[in-house]
RNA sequence: GCGGAUGUAGCUCAAUGGCAGAGCGCUACACUGUGGCUGUAGUUGUUGUGGGUUCGAGCCCCAUCAUCCGCCCCA
């Protein structure tokens, strides 16, 4: 067996065959038009980062446990980035004074986390990145989380198939404390939400009361966790849906008082979409509004708002809901035919005018029967084959064939491209 | 790091401890200048790897590797 003596790929990470390529390039460029359609740069950091970068921000877990890290020819350690937003914080810092605020950036690329691959994780995934940073407002929040919905509306994702959920870290700071839950104890609690939905309802109250919480305490969380109008009392969640629907996403969003994001650094509105019909329950995109970007760095206090979005959820949900562009081969839409030796240069030179002409072609890389590479042509989602046989070679035409519907023409030399061009823009508009 | 499952043809999967199979695919022909559709014929194996038990192992046992599903974690 082949396999036998293969090297296999590292565990996690991805092969892109050309059929998973054109589903990175699909979620690329539809990224790339939402955060354009709003105004943002690409731009992009190194993937190699020295693990300093992260030790201070990130959590521990994160850079002990999940984090590739391997000392580089001199020793020293070097990670494989497993998020963006230190580097971002770098570079900004590093040109606070030059850059033009409010700055919106976007990112697209690979990330590496040391995790255990299961369905949704890989331990090599693209990510989506986007930020704006400069302006503290739940307006701005309102503009990230459009952009999120421009997205998922874009790839086909109906607001009852994907929901982007809102809360707010002051509105529920505000709720703890109301409780009386001391500030040193927020993230005990915020976690203890964040598990919630995997545990049934008792096991849930049991755990909650272990770990501190009194049972009145854990009453009146409940009864935050199950008020979805708290919204109304929080002045920045307000403005925000009233941003939402001037910005004509609101039916996109819903506020959850159960979305806390167990992240550290987020101060504000925090958001995440969520497939509602899928088997995946893992979280489709993330984000929120952060304060002290650049505090680890060294630069001026910057506030921003920004999310994330992995490849592989998402390439998940769209091929379970079939909302993926079929898969077309070649991205050439012409074959050109070799019919024999003596003819094969003919056909070669043909390639050369189409292509002169404008057309995508690729020519049979030699002479072979005509069934064989028809039957190429049709493998590899061709739409035009052409033939010059001894016929046509003899009167200066060439033989154009519609794969779709089976017709054929011969035609002019000198006019095989129009009738080429014709047959592709009338299919395009099908 | 912890727990569970699965590894058999290119793919999807069968096979009481007793001759390793089917469908799809692939190749050829029908159709020597035309793909898809159809028909006929043909083709496909170190049963993940290494050891053990047995007269005999795809099947039972041990180890190992890989993949998948959970837990943990999710920046």
Redesign the pocket.
């Known amino acids: 067996?082949?396999?036998?003596s293969t090297i296999?790929?590292v565990?996690?990470t991805r092969e892109f065959y050309p059929e998973e390529m054109a589903l990175r390039n699909y979620l690329y460029a539809k990224a790339a038009q939402a955060s354009q359609t709003f105004g943002y740069q690409e731009w992009d950091a190194p993937f190699l980062e020295t693990i300093d970068l992260y030790a201070a921000?990130?959590?521990e877990?994160?850079?002990k446990?999940?984090?590739f890290v391997f000392n580089d020819r001199g020793g020293d350690p070097i990670t494989l980035r497993?998020?963006l937003?230190p580097s971002l914080a770098r570079m900004i810092a590093a040109r606070q004074g030059q850059l033009t605020f409010p700055l919106r950036w976007w990112s697209f690329g690979p990330f590496w986390?040391y995790?255990?691959?299961?369905?949704?994780?890989?331990r090599e995934f693209f990510q989506w990145n986007i930020d704006m940073l400069g302006v503290n407002s739940p307006e701005a929040d309102a503009e990230l989380i459009a952009v999120a919905a421009t997205f998922i509306q874009s790839v086909g994702l109906t607001p009852d198939m994907a929901t982007i959920f809102v809360n707010n870290r002051r509105l529920m700071d505000a709720q703890f404390d109301a409780l009386g839950v001391p500030s040193e104890q927020r993230m005990t609690v915020s976690?203890m939400v964040?598990?919630r939905p995997?545990?049934s309802p008792e096991a849930w109250d049991a755990y909650v009361l272990e770990n501190g919480l009194t049972q009145s305490q854990l009453d009146g969380l409940k009864k935050v966790l199950a008020n979805y109008d708290l919204w109304q009392e929080s002045d920045e969640l307000v403005r925000l849906f009233k941003a939402l629907d001037a910005l004509g996403v609101r039916e996109y969003v819903k506020f959850d008082p159960n979305i806390m994001?167990?992240?550290?650094?987020?101060t504000g509105t925090v958001f995440e979409a969520f497939d509602l019909s899928g088997?995946?329950?893992?979280?489709i995109l993330?984000g929120g509004r952060y304060d002290n970007l650049l505090a680890d760095v060294g630069g001026d206090p910057l506030s921003g708002v920004g999310f994330?979005m992995g490849d592989v959820v998402m390439g998940i949900i769209l091929q379970e809901k079939g909302l993926i562009p079929p898969f077309v081969p070649s991205p050439a839409p012409v074959l050109v035919t070799v019919?024999d030796e003596s003819l094969w240069m003919n056909s070669f030179a043909l390639t050369a005018e189409l292509r002169a002409a404008g057309v995508n072609v690729l020519a049979y890389p030699e002479p072979a029967?005509?069934?064989?590479?028809?039957?190429f042509?049709?493998?590899m989602g061709i739409r035009v084959?052409t033939?010059?046989?001894?016929?046509?070679?003899?009167t200066g035409k060439v033989?154009v064939?519609?794969?779709?519907?089976?017709?054929?023409e011969?035609v002019e030399r000198s006019e095989v491209a129009k009738t080429i061009t014709k047959i592709l823009e009338s299919a395009a508009q099908q």
Request: hydrophobic content about 25%; charged content about 35%; aromatic content about 6%.
């Open positions: 067996m082949a396999s036998k296999p790929a565990k996690g921000k990130s959590g877990e994160l850079v446990e999940q984090s497993p998020e937003t986390r995790e255990r691959p299961q369905k949704g994780r890989s976690g964040d598990r995997k545990m994001r167990g992240l550290l650094y987020y088997s995946v329950r893992r979280a993330g994330a019919f029967k005509l069934p064989k590479q028809f039957k042509a049709d493998r084959v033939v010059i046989g001894p016929d046509e070679a003899e033989t064939k519609n794969l779709a519907n089976g017709t054929q011969t």
